[in-house]
């Protein structure tokens, strides 16, 4: 399971931490690539920035986006991998503490795959992290890039 990439678009340190946990107590090893705020998630993506010259067909299995993140909010990002005919079917699973309506409404309208509150329990927060690796780290067949 260890050869796709996840990349984590989260600003808070705990939630990545909590994250970080989460997938070790899963026993999921797959390189995490954290980006903190939304510009650095489309500079990896798009092969930008500090991350110029990655082969963006080399896409991550998932896309783990938070939604209030710093500059460049999540639905920006998702907004732009969408409209992007290169990466446009990345999975990308909303994974935010957000309980406003419009943006499970928005998301969706953007084209997220999937959109997930994060529970406050560690141990609900655990499961959630086990069940979409699960998912989308084993059993989903992801899309071909471009």
């Known amino acids: 399971m260890s050869s796709k990439t996840i990349l984590l678009v989260e600003d808070?340190?705990?939630?990545?931490?909590?994250?970080?946990?989460?997938?070790?107590?899963a026993r999921i090893?797959?390189?995490?690539?954290v980006a903190e705020d939304g510009e650095e998630?489309?500079?990896y993506l798009f092969g930008e920035g500090k991350f110029a010259g990655r082969d963006i067909r080399q896409?991550?299995?998932?896309?783990?986006?938070?939604?209030?993140?710093?500059?460049?909010?999540?639905?920006?990002?998702?907004?732009r991998i969408r409209e992007n005919p290169v990466i446009h079917r990345q999975?990308?699973?909303?994974?935010?503490?957000?309980?406003?309506?419009?943006?499970?409404?928005?998301s969706y309208d953007l084209g997220v795959n999937s959109y997930i509150r994060k529970p406050?329990?560690?141990?609900?927060?655990?499961?959630?992290?086990?069940?979409?690796?699960?998912?989308?780290?084993?059993?989903n067949e992801t899309p071909p890039v471009g």
């Not at 090893?29 to 690539?33: A, F, G, P, Q, R």
């Not at 896409?59 to 907004?79: C, F, M, Q, T």
């Not at 994974?95 to 309506?101: A, F, H, I, P, Y």
């Open 12 to 25: 808070n340190p705990s939630d990545i931490n909590l994250t970080k946990r989460a997938l070790q107590k």
């Open 120 to 139: 406050v329990d560690f141990y609900q927060f655990a499961e959630a992290i086990q069940n979409l690796g699960l998912y989308w780290l084993v059993l």
């Open 59 to 79: 896409a991550p299995a998932i896309v783990l986006l938070d939604i209030k993140l710093p500059g460049i909010d999540g639905l920006e990002v998702l907004r």
């Open 29 to 33: 090893m797959n390189e995490l690539v």
């Open 41 to 43: 998630a489309i500079d």
């Open 91 to 106: 999975p990308v699973v909303i994974l935010t503490s957000s309980k406003e309506e419009q943006d499970v409404v928005t």
